[in-house]
C-alpha cells in the first residue's frame, strides 16, 4: 500500500508542485484540504478543488474553520485591542495557525502518515505549519518539497508543464492573501524600504464620497450590532462591516515588523472593519475600565499579540491570558459611533450603561461633588511627600 500524505493546498503553484511531485515523484497517495478562514468563496473553493483532482489527488476536502477562528482567536484580538506595532491587526498570522491545527486535526482523521505544506524557506508560515504539526501530532511526518529543494518559480511551471498540467500561473503583480480579519498584500513597493503601495494595488478602491455615521454595539466586549441591526453571527458583522468601511479605503497601511526567522518584512494590508472594531472596542473601553484594568489589558494584549504572530498559540499562557481578558469584558457594553470619509474616521462618542464619566461625583475640569477643596490640599500634600523627601536629601548631599 501507498503511503498517505495530506497536503495543505491552496491551488497555486507551490502547492499545485508539491500536488504532483508527491504523487509522481515519490509514490505517495495524495490527499488535498484547503482551509478556509474566511478568505474563500463557494465559486473559489470549486476551482481549488477541481485543481486538485487534475493534479492526481485522490481525494480533497474544503474545512471550513471561520467561526472557529473567530471564537478562539479573533475574539481575543478585540478583548486585548490587538495590533502588532500599533498598526497590524494580526490578519494572515493568526489565520495561518487555525489553518495548520484543521490541516493536521484532517490527517489524524483520515490516519496520514505524513502531513506537507508549500511554504518556502523565507518567511513565518514554514514555522507555523511545522511547529503545530508537531505538537499536535509529533508521530506525522512533514514534508515540504518546494522549502528542501528550494525551487525557483519557473522550475515548478516546467515541471507541471511537462506533466500534462497546464494552468494560469502567470505571477501576479501583487501577492493577495484574504481572510476573514483583514486582507494583506505584498510585492514590488513592500521589498523596498521607501516605497508604499500604489492606490491600484489595493483589492478594494474608493466607491463613495462624502461622509457618514456607522454605530457599533458591543455586549460584554463582543460585536452584536452594525447600524441597530443585530446579528448573533459575529463572522456576518465583521464582513458586513467591511463592506461598508471599504468603499471610503479606511484600513489601509503599511506593516514592518519583526518576523520568526529573525529579518525585517514590509507587508501592506486593508482591514477596514478589524481596525474599526479595534478602535471602537478601545475607545468603549476608556470610558466603562478602570485606569489600572486598561493598563494590565494593555500589557498582555501586547504579549497575546506577540505569542500568536509567533506561532506560540498552543502555548498553556495563551488561555491563561484569554481568562483574563475575557473577565475584562464584563462592562464593555454600548455604542459607539463613527464618521467614516474617504481614508479616514472620526470616532465620535459612545452610549453606554457603565460610562465611568456618568457619576455624580463630579464633571472633570467643573465641578466637584464628592469631596472639598480640603481634601485635596490634603490628598496633594500627602502625594507629593516622597517627592518632597527625596529633594531633601539630595539637597543636603549636594552641599
Wanted: proline share 2%; net charge negative; glycine share 8%.
Amino acid at each position: 500500500m501507498k503511503e498517505k500524505v495530506l497536503l495543505a493546498f491552496s491551488g497555486g503553484l507551490d502547492t499545485s508542485f508539491c500536488a504532483m511531485y508527491l504523487a509522481q515523484e515519490k509514490g505517495y497517495e495524495v490527499h488535498t484540504a484547503v482551509a478556509n478562514t474566511g478568505g474563500f468563496s463557494e465559486d473559489e473553493l470549486k476551482v481549488i478543488e477541481d485543481k486538485a483532482f487534475r493534479l492526481g489527488a485522490k481525494s480533497h476536502v474544503a474545512l471550513d474553520v471561520t467561526q472557529e477562528y473567530y471564537e478562539k482567536s479573533i475574539k481575543y484580538m478585540v478583548f486585548g485591542n490587538v495590533l502588532r506595532n500599533g498598526t497590524y491587526p494580526i490578519s494572515v498570522s493568526s489565520e495561518r495557525i487555525f489553518q495548520a491545527i484543521a490541516i493536521i486535526n484532517y490527517a489524524k482523521e483520515i490516519g496520514a502518515d505524513y502531513v506537507a505544506h508549500g511554504s518556502t524557506g523565507a518567511g513565518n508560515d514554514q514555522v507555523r505549519f511545522d511547529l503545530t504539526f508537531d505538537v499536535l501530532a509529533p508521530g506525522i511526518k512533514i514534508l515540504t518539497p518546494t522549502r528542501d529543494m528550494v525551487l525557483t518559480r519557473e522550475y515548478e511551471i516546467d515541471y507541471l508543464k511537462k506533466h500534462g498540467f497546464v494552468a494560469d500561473f502567470t505571477k501576479m503583480e501583487y501577492s493577495i492573501n484574504k481572510g476573514l480579519w483583514g486582507t494583506s498584500i505584498g510585492g514590488k513597493e513592500t521589498l523596498k524600504s521607501e516605497q508604499t503601495l500604489p492606490e491600484e494595488a489595493y483589492p478594494s478602491q474608493i466607491e463613495k464620497q462624502g461622509e457618514e455615521n456607522v454605530t457599533i454595539e458591543f455586549l460584554n466586549g463582543e460585536i452584536t450590532a452594525i447600524n441597530g441591526a443585530k446579528q448573533e453571527n459575529k463572522v456576518l458583522l465583521i464582513n458586513q462591516l467591511e463592506s461598508i468601511a471599504n468603499k471610503y479605503g479606511i484600513g489601509r497601511d503599511m506593516h514592518i515588523g519583526d518576523t520568526i526567522i529573525g529579518i525585517k518584512g514590509r507587508v501592506g494590508f486593508e482591514a477596514a472593519a478589524p481596525l474599526l472594531i479595534i478602535n471602537a472596542h478601545k475607545m468603549l473601553e476608556k470610558h466603562t475600565l478602570t485606569k489600572w484594568q486598561q493598563y494590565w489589558k494593555d500589557q498582555l494584549g501586547n504579549w497575546y499579540g506577540m505569542f500568536l504572530h509567533e506561532a506560540q498559540y498552543l502555548e498553556p499562557v495563551m488561555r491563561d491570558i484569554e481568562q483574563f481578558l475575557q473577565s475584562s469584558q464584563q462592562n464593555v457594553t454600548g455604542k459607539v459611533i463613527i464618521k467614516l470619509r474617504p481614508y479616514s474616521y472620526t470616532l465620535v462618542g459612545v452610549e453606554s450603561p457603565f460610562d465611568l464619566m456618568k457619576t455624580d461625583f463630579g464633571e472633570y475640569g467643573e465641578v466637584n461633588r464628592a469631596w472639598s477643596a480640603d481634601d485635596v490640599k490634603g490628598f496633594t500634600k500627602i502625594l507629593g511627600n516622597q517627592m518632597k523627601i527625596y529633594y531633601n536629601v539630595q539637597k543636603r548631599n549636594d552641599k
